[in-house]
């Protein structure tokens, strides 16, 4: 009991400090144990649906457990239940989807988030939680080059950590929308946002929460503008779409230019996008440009990984996430604009009960107005801790190792007559899968890759992920496979594993 | 380094499992300790707007920690820079806001968490993440006594853990927009949604956030339907102005009825609201009545408070905050619908990339089809242990101990004749004022309220908050203070000593 001395807990069975002191040493030695045995387990959860379940009691308990030595049971289910449960997004053979690469340091971050229990959502509910998210915003943003309009320090622009991608296009799509309004286009207008056809599915998914789009397969107020070989998007292609909306009393409104798709790791021409947007009316009427940069972003603290930046002049926001290749846990999107106004409009509403003196006195930011929550954890934290511990060249090591193993993997890809690369690799990111056979047609072409995906992952040494090429430019679409090499821990023998696995689970 | 037998790492500095080990034993340390002297530091943060980043370096570091030693400077900071910067959430003295109560089960759940590291977007990508958080919520609605086709066992409902109210609510809106769609109403609909002027402001960004409100000012669409004395809606006028709507055209869709608001606890009648649908069009067409009892709902432990309940049959979705008063640190919502398909509906796009075996089969949940964002953390972690620790007699307690200091409270207000109480207490929450000296119009009092406030928040002893009444049915608007008993760790002596200050600082 948290206070026997006085007995006034009103009977709640608290952890004492002592007795939290006592399981979180047990838990972090867990995780730690967990660390050092991650290679261990099969990569991919092998259980079938249902079977976790199964293993649960179907109704809650009514008695609590007697104090921390009731966490017998709890420590004994996380090995017996839920670690069989579990696709091991840590294990240094995940090459799957992107990386949620964690690392210890900010693993500390989120247990100090979680043990202070403070909420961010005005500055005077925790100032640290907002000034040290701005600091450690405009240190990410000098990390990675971002112009200086996007920092806090600059006249118009700002940023703050969203939730995830899904959150920062949303919010994006949304101050789009008032921005454009502002400008004059009514609000019952009928909204068209534009994105290619490799764009992450959060773009589609923003348009129908926004209610620009009308269901999933609305074509006509989401176009996904064919691209180049290469899986950019064609900007000749933007621009005509544009013009015929424009023709059909649309308003073009929004533009999500990806810079590392998920498909291939594909950058749309960002230079080329903006410049179309001032060509036509879209940019004079309020239009915005949000670069999605979710997994590459994390490259742009290596300078050599600063052409993704070409044609910033003409952005207005860009997010990517440290959650995925830059050792923060999920969730952290690093969203930065240079209109943060935009934001405000759109998403300011001040209750009564919220208001306060610093907010009113305008010298202080309250990122509830940024966001799509309310209340909001001191991410930061880990970020900060990150940055510190792992310092600008750690980072900068990091990502190479990863690039270079993806080199490393792509030139064995390339060496081996019966595979081949699909696209030309992006960063850490290499598409492939087994070539046709003479005159093989293309569904049993992508069926044996199928089966090799399914043979190696169900194999539990690693884990990859597929995806399916457009057909562009005369060529068909193809399945393929992702390796994508991302995980903190993943070493040159991982990715040599991976690929002599795949070599030899050929049918 | 992680990995020194190999030297595989690339230069990058890890942790190895042995430094996190000791680390996480010193950040639990640090942890502990801070619960321990929560009761020494000012509740509200004392620090002026620049204070904390005034003392954060201006640029990003270029090296980073030698290894675990190089923490030495991190610790420091956290009590020079961080801890001054902020205000206590978990302290026994915070009365403000509603609580955000964590405990130590839940933070030992968020580590564990962390150091997962796990996506439960999928069900595949981590099966004990979907089916965890299904059980647990399955076992939340047992205890809170909610209808049997709100749970994941029955053929139409189900539950997801969402990271906020607002979410819940944003995403009720857009699940209702869907379903009125497909009952007839055009895409482009004028659509209104409904609620109290009591109603929590996410209502209102939930309709700017997906474009039904048309800006913060619309009030066409966005109707806040006047409440009686006791602030709760009044169901013949928000009949009314649903018949005034469908004669204008507009498509009445979305009803938010509020169980616990924010400024006094105040409860919508939620059966009545339920009827006033059913007896107007809007029911036949789709509508969907959500009910946000964001804190409120944790008091549905306690069968005495099951009246809040009244009227379930007409409600498609509800949610609450195990975040608020239930013991489980930010972030976690309890979301529950009786109409899961509405969700899918509104929400699911699914690309080739997360196209997989278990999903095609619908044998199982993908909870990315339930939410705004794509990935997910493993949540459902810290609600279980939270359950399992203090077992159903332990939630019990916990609300039934502050719901009698809350009663405390509200007899010694009462007892004093300079004070009132503003509205009858509503669970722990207790509005109150200094009462209007003879002849001080409104405004003065008001002021020697805001004194009042100020005096005893700058104290740091205690941080309470306020609101502004409504002006409703001939009684003007009045600005008063609100004791919000929530905080884990609170205990009668902290209520007491929270009243004795007030008591003593009438000016």
């Known amino acids: 009991m948290r206070d026997d001395s006085t007995g006034g807990d009103g009977g709640v069975p608290h952890l004492s400090p002592e007795e939290f002191r006592k399981l979180g040493h047990r838990m972090v030695d867990w995780i730690a144990d967990y660390q050092a045995r991650l290679e261990s387990f099969p990569v991919r959860s092998q259980v079938a649906p249902g079977g976790v379940a199964s293993k649960l009691p179907e109704h809650p308990p009514e008695e609590g457990l007697a104090g921390e030595a009731g966490w017998e049971g709890i420590f004994k ?15 240094p053979s995940f090459f799957a989807y992107f990386p949620a690469n964690a690392s210890g340091p900010a693993v500390l971050g989120e247990l100090l988030s979680a043990g202070l229990g403070v909420q961010g959502m005005l500055w005077s509910t925790s100032p640290a939680a907002t000034e040290l998210e701005t600091r450690v915003l405009d240190w990410l943003a000098e990390l990675t080059g971002l112009p200086e309009d996007f920092r806090s320090t600059s006249a118009t622009g700002g940023s703050v950590i969203q939730g995830t991608a899904s959150e920062a296009t949303l919010v994006a799509m949304v101050a789009a929308r008032e921005r454009a309004r502002r400008h004059g286009a009514p609000a019952d207008s ?17 348009a129908m929460l926004c209610g620009v789009a009308h269901g999933a397969e609305d074509t006509t107020h989401v176009r996904l503008i064919e691209t180049s070989a290469r899986y950019g998007m064609r900007p000749e292609l933007l621009e005509r779409t544009i013009r015929e909306d424009l023709d059909a009393g649309r308003v073009p409104f929004f533009v999500c230019a990806t810079v590392g798709s998920t498909s291939s790791g594909a950058a749309d021409p960002v230079r080329a996008v903006g410049e179309v947007m001032a060509r036509t009316p879209m940019r004079a009427s309020g239009g915005w440009l949000h670069v999605d940069a979710a997994w590459a972003g994390a490259a742009l603290v290596c300078p050599e990984h600063r052409d993704l930046l070409d044609g910033m002049s003409g952005v207005d926001s860009l997010a990517f996430n440290p959650h995925k290749w830059l050792l923060t846990n999920f969730d952290c999107n690093a969203f930065y604009t240079r209109d943060r106004k935009a934001l405000l409009d759109a998403l300011s509403v001040t209750p009564e009960y919220l208001r306060n003196a610093a907010s009113a006195s305008g010298a202080v930011i309250d990122y509830r107005d940024w966001q799509v929550p309310l209340g909001r954890r001191f991410r930061a934290l880990k970020l900060w801790f990150v940055l510190r511990h792992y310092g600008a060249k750690g980072l900068r090591a990091h990502i190479r190792e990863h690039v270079r193993l993806g080199e490393r993997f792509e030139s064995w890809v390339s060496e081996d007559e019966r595979f081949e690369v699909a696209v030309p690799r992006s960063l850490s990111l290499v598409c492939f899968r087994l070539k046709p056979l003479p005159g093989e047609p293309p ?18 040494k690693m884990f990859l992920s597929h995806t399916v090429l457009h057909a562009v430019e005369g060529a068909p679409a193809r399945y393929v496979l992702r390796m994508a090499i991302g ?7 991982h990715v040599r594993a991976a690929w002599e696995l795949l070599a030899s689970s050929v049918g």
């Open 190 to 206: 009928e909204w068209v946002a534009y994105a290619s056809t490799q764009a992450h599915s959060s773009v589609l998914k923003a």
């Open 443 to 460: 569904q049993a072409t992508d069926a044996r890759n199928r089966e090799l995906l399914e043979r190696v992952n169900a194999s539990g």
């Open 487 to 493: 995980a903190s821990m993943t070493q040159e023998r």
């Open 77 to 91: 289910d996380l090995e017996d239940i839920i670690l069989p449960g579990l696709t091991h997004w840590q294990s």
